[in-house]
């Protein structure tokens, strides 16, 4: 089955946010807070996807208020936050929601993204990823993480189902 057929079965959109929604660089604060930017091109695509009816998630290793707060703010009620083993919160969630593998896209650009990639209907990536995420992704971004990559997947998915 070619890439835009597997595009079309997708009812469920999962990322990873540092190197994706960001470009991976932090900004340490004096009083030791860890801050991020974000791209709001992608927050508007989590909002035409969540408005379409998909199911969107987030699981990440990572632990911030600010961050949980963007995504809740967007309408994002799937944010599993400091998860070591993203593959256990994927089988969770993909239960919770009654789908199957074939229905979901993830978004990953690291190592430890790399259990759910496997495992996912379509495994993504932004365009500068990590080598042996790149090797593993079917939709490789021709955008680098936190300058629009979820837009253009999410975009790219509601295109082909005319809900762009």
Same mark, same amino acid.
């Given at each position: 089955?070619?890439?835009?057929?597997?595009?079309?079965?997708?009812?469920?959109?999962?990322?990873?946010?540092?190197?994706?929604?960001?470009?991976?660089?932090?900004?340490?604060?004096?009083?030791?807070?860890?801050? *991020?930017?974000?791209?709001? *091109?992608? &927050?508007?695509?989590?909002?035409?996807?969540?408005?379409?009816?998909?199911?969107?998630?987030?699981?990440?290793?990572?632990?911030?208020?600010?961050?949980?707060?963007?995504?809740?703010?967007?309408?994002?009620?799937?944010?599993?936050?400091?998860?070591?083993?993203?593959?256990?919160?994927?089988?969770?969630?993909?239960?919770?929601?009654?789908?199957?593998?074939?229905?979901?896209?993830?978004?990953?650009?690291?190592?430890?993204?790399?259990?759910?990639?496997?495992?996912? &209907?379509?495994?993504?990536?932004?365009?500068?990823?990590?080598?042996?995420?790149?090797?593993?992704?079917?939709?490789?971004?021709?955008?680098? &993480?936190?300058? &629009?990559?979820?837009?253009?997947?999410?975009?790219?998915?509601?295109?082909?189902?005319?809900?762009?």
């Amino acid at each position: 089955m070619n890439i835009f057929d597997k595009l079309q079965q997708i009812t469920t959109l999962l990322f990873d946010v540092d190197g994706v929604f960001t470009d991976s660089a932090m900004l340490a604060t004096e009083d030791g807070n860890l801050l *991020r930017s974000v791209n709001t *091109r992608d &927050g508007l695509a989590v909002k035409k996807a969540l408005s379409a009816g998909y199911h969107v998630g987030i699981i990440t290793k990572g632990n911030s208020q600010g961050v949980y707060d963007r995504f809740k703010t967007l309408g994002v009620k799937h944010v599993y936050m400091d998860m070591e083993d993203k593959v256990v919160t994927y089988q969770a969630l993909k239960e919770q929601l009654s789908i199957q593998d074939e229905n979901i896209l993830y978004m990953g650009d690291d190592i430890s993204d790399l259990g759910v990639l496997r495992l996912a &209907g379509v495994s993504a990536c932004p365009y500068d990823a990590c080598h042996e995420v790149i090797t593993e992704s079917e939709y490789i971004s021709s955008i680098d &993480g936190g300058n &629009g990559c979820v837009r253009q997947v999410i975009e790219k998915i509601l295109r082909l189902h005319d809900q762009w």
